[in-house]
């Protein structure tokens, strides 16, 4: 799996390139705390080719691809997991 993250201005960055559900989600956390932001949630929309993460700002989103069917249902349940310890 491919995770990216696209900034306010739309710009993509390539954050890693994972094997796992559990990865590519430690992948995100990482990069929000080593930019000092707090999720409010983890959202996920399928589109085409890739799913689209909102993590609760409103220009900022991560997006994963290259991902196969036995990731959709852990991707789901991770970000259930993920929703249930957030701390405001």
């Known amino acids: 799996m491919r995770v990216e993250f696209s ?3 739309g710009k993509r960055v390539f954050i890693s390139e994972v094997n796992n559900v ?3 989600i430690s992948d995100m956390s990482d990069y929000m705390e080593n930019h000092r932001f ?3 949630h983890m959202k996920a929309r399928q589109l085409d080719n890739e799913w689209k993460i909102d ?3 409103w220009t900022e989103f ?3 691809s290259d991902y196969n069917e036995r990731d959709v249902d852990e991707l ?3 970000l ?3 929703n249930k310890y957030l701390q405001f």
Do not use: H, Q, R
């Open 7 to 9: 900034n306010g201005n």
């Open 22 to 24: 559990d990865d590519a």
């Open 38 to 40: 707090n999720a409010m």
């Open 55 to 57: 993590v609760g700002s």
């Open 62 to 64: 991560f997006y994963v």
């Open 76 to 78: 789901k349940s991770a």
């Open 80 to 82: 259930e997991e993920f």
